[in-house]
C-alpha cells in the first residue's frame, strides 16, 4: 500500500510559478513510477507529466511541455512538478499517482496508475 500527499498547490497570478510536491508513504518509492494528471471544473482528468522510477525518463502533455518541470528525490520519498509561466487554463486540481514499475507511453494513462492522491488546488488568476 502507498499513501500519497500532495502540497504546493495555491492561488498565483499568470506568469508566475508554483511547485507541487507529492510525498508517498513506505520503503518501495523507487519502483514506482509517478505521474501527475489535472482536473478542471467541470472537465475530465487529463496526464500532466511523469517520471519513470529511475527518474530517467521523463513525459510531459504538449500543453506543458517545456513550462512544466517534473523530478523525483528517491531518498525524500517525493516526486516535484515544477510549473513556470502559469497560465488561467493551468487551473485545476492536481493529483499525483503511483504506477508499480511503470514505464514507457503507457504513464500518459490513468488506468496504468495503482494509487492516488486527494488531489491539491491550483488556481491562476489572469
Known amino acids: 500500500q502507498v499513501q500519497l500527499v500532495e502540497s504546493g498547490g495555491g492561488l498565483v497570478q499568470a506568469g508566475d510559478s508554483l511547485r507541487l510536491s507529492c510525498a508517498a508513504s513506505g520503503r518501495t518509492f523507487s519502483t514506482y513510477a509517478m505521474g501527475w494528471f489535472r482536473q478542471a471544473p467541470g472537465r475530465e482528468r487529463n496526464f500532466v507529466a511523469a517520471?519513470?522510477?529511475?527518474?530517467?525518463?521523463?513525459y510531459y502533455a504538449d500543453s506543458v511541455k517545456g513550462r512544466f518541470t517534473i523530478s523525483r528525490d528517491n531518498a525524500k520519498n517525493t516526486v516535484y512538478l515544477q510549473m513556470n509561466s502559469l497560465k488561467p487554463e493551468d487551473t485545476a486540481v492536481y493529483s499525483c499517482?503511483?504506477?508499480?514499475?511503470?514505464?514507457?507511453?503507457?504513464?500518459?494513462?490513468?488506468?496504468?496508475?495503482?494509487?492516488w492522491g486527494q488531489g491539491t488546488q491550483v488556481t491562476v488568476s489572469s
Open positions: 517520471i519513470s522510477w529511475s527518474g530517467g525518463s521523463t
Open positions: 499517482a503511483a504506477d508499480y514499475r511503470g514505464n514507457g507511453n503507457n504513464l500518459y494513462f490513468q488506468r496504468s496508475y495503482d494509487y
